[in-house]
């Protein structure tokens, strides 16, 4: 009875002794993060990076080489005016070079271009030069050309155009033998996945590993710099700060040597991002100054944008909303940028949102919504094709678990057999041992084999809890945009939400229907779009309006990162015929077919009878964004869009599903 009295307040003192233990360590190891990344901020911000007064050094008694060399050293230190004027002169004098000078200038003028954010031009030049490289089998030139085009696609957010870029130029560069071109196209198409699948999916971590190693071995202190550098800003985004500074610690030990002025900028950026991070707010704001002032000094507009943007979403969460605001009116001030790139509209209304000022937050939502749609579908699939990894894998193990347990009971069956040859006794003993631990085995083989059974049931009712999660929050996004739609006056607004909503309510189909059936890989593709006629119909067939749907899908099943963007294109389709294609006093018909062309390959044929497109109409080139959107959807499933008027409007998408995709990849 004693004993007892002691033993519970014993006990309780036990675990708050063990709470305050850990409660201390992780006080103690925040704290040593908070140092070193303070350590790091004060040596960053000791380093002169550039000057406000560079020298000109340009000479006309050059020879090409040396120009070429002088203009690579101002691109890297920002000295435009220079650049400019080297070449400039080498232009006037191009009829005097060869066919491989005359390619390199102009590769040169690329790089001018693209390092001073002037992408369009960039873009243009290095197409030129990309295919005159190909006709005169110059593999080096083309390799940096198409590496021009990649980091330009990259930073205008053509992310699976500057992918095929980046990967080109990594397989031409491992088949003329060029290390240094190869660790420069690996590092490029880790930045590409990284852009494509978030930090969360850690695809880019495997490249950049390869190319710190191939930098290493070339004494390549660029690539070593920015290898290390995205690496750890990739772990800061996993909320893993302590392993990213010693990352952070090798990229600044090489960044003092560089004097390279985009290495500075995104240094500066990459250290207030992880102080922002770490609650360093203020050491942030010194940094992302520091950043900015090195942007406006070195005329930098995407650069600019970012920075303004980082700045004022700081001030935001500060609640110092006259600042926040003025940050956001700068960035929608820089000239010659996108305002994609960095969306200013979202941060204005976000800001007006907190202010109170609801009907300015409202018209400013909408502007916003359009672009911040296809971010999210890359983050819902790659999630969803994480768990199907994981029971794909479960599935494998347990094959491959029973047949080394299959192997080993066989062994001994043959070990009993020849032991029987030799004497009726040893064979009875021995078959007598056999038995009782092919017994064993065979008890632990079904111990293990309900195990693993369980263990897969369990994944797959997560999985399944995962798509009625998504469904769920899809659902609460499309209920979200109703009420928004209710309150705002613009009609232009209300017709953006709307068709948002309408995407949105597409992706919730297809996961209802994925937690719903047996089948967790794939979906019914023709019972999906008979769902989705119907509900499209639902909210946007006019009243008085008669439309007659035929689909012609066979029992088609499709994988799931090949149904979600399909589904996507034939809502855009059914979006668009039922707002532009048929008036009150017809009768509209739409036919939708499928057909597998070939093995993996399929084919979407989309008809309306309405009164078609123009003539010549391009669908990638059009400024409707649904056709846009069809035509970049096509573009990631590898295939194509097509569209011809007959008697109406006739789409042709041709797409490949994943097993197809992974295998020409």
Known sequence: MYKDVYRKP???????????????????????????????????????????????????????????QSIEEDITTGNWPCCETTLLFWNKKSQTLSL??????????????????????????????????????????????????????????????????????????????????????????????????TALAQRSFPYYARAIELAESNNDSSSLFFGNLYTGIDYVELGKIDTALPYFKKAFTVMGVLHYIRAAYIGY???????????????????????????????????????????????????????????????????????????????????????GQYKAASDLYGQALSWTEENSLYRVQDQLSNYETVLETKEKELQVEEEKKRSTRLAWMSGGAALLLTGLTLAYLAQRRTQKKLAGQNSLIEKQRRALEISLSEKEILLKEVHHRVKNNLVMMSGLLQLQAESVQNEEAKIAIREGQSRIQSIALLHQRLYTQTELGSIDFGSFANDLVREVGTVLKRPGTRVISEIEIPRIFLDIDTAIPLGLILNELLTNSFKYAFSDDTEGKINICLSATSPGNYQLRYKDNGPGLPMGFEIGKGTSLGLRLVYRLAAQLSGKAYHRTEEGSLFIIEVKDALTRNQEA
Request: glycine share 4%; net charge positive.
């Open 100 to 197: 491989r000078q005359r390619l390199d200038l102009q590769l040169a003028e690329a790089q001018y271009f693209n390092e001073h954010q002037w992408y369009d031009s960039a873009k243009k030049l290095a197409v030129s030069i990309n295919e005159e490289a190909s006709r005169l089998n110059l593999p080096a030139e083309k390799i940096k050309a198409l590496l021009v085009l990649s980091d330009g696609g990259l930073r205008t957010r053509n992310i699976s155009g500057a992918y095929r870029y980046a990967d080109t130029a990594m397989q031409l560069a491992r088949k003329i033998g060029d290390q240094k071109a190869e660790e420069q196209a690996i590092l490029q198409t880790g930045y590409c996945a990284r852009r494509n699948f």
């Open 269 to 355: 950026v990459a250290l207030a991002y992880a102080d922002d991070a770490a609650g360093l707010t203020n050491e942030a704001l010194t940094l992302y100054r520091r950043a900015l002032q090195l942007a406006e000094w070195a005329q930098l507009p995407y650069s600019l944008q970012n920075t303004y943007t980082y700045i004022g979403t700081i001030f935001l969460r500060q609640k110092q909303y006259d600042s926040a605001l003025f940050y956001a009116n700068r960035v929608g001030a820089v000239t010659g940028v996108d305002s994609f790139f960095t969306n200013v509209a979202e941060l204005k209304a976000n800001i007006y949102r907190e202010m």
């Open 10 to 68: 014993f006990l309780l003192l036990l675990v708050c002794f063990h709470v305050l233990t850990v409660m201390g360590q992780a006080d103690a190891r925040r704290v040593q993060i908070h140092k070193q990344l303070l350590q790091l901020t004060k040596e960053l911000e000791s380093r002169p990076f550039f000057s406000s007064s560079l020298v000109c050094r340009a000479n006309s008694s050059w020879t090409f080489d040396e120009a070429l």
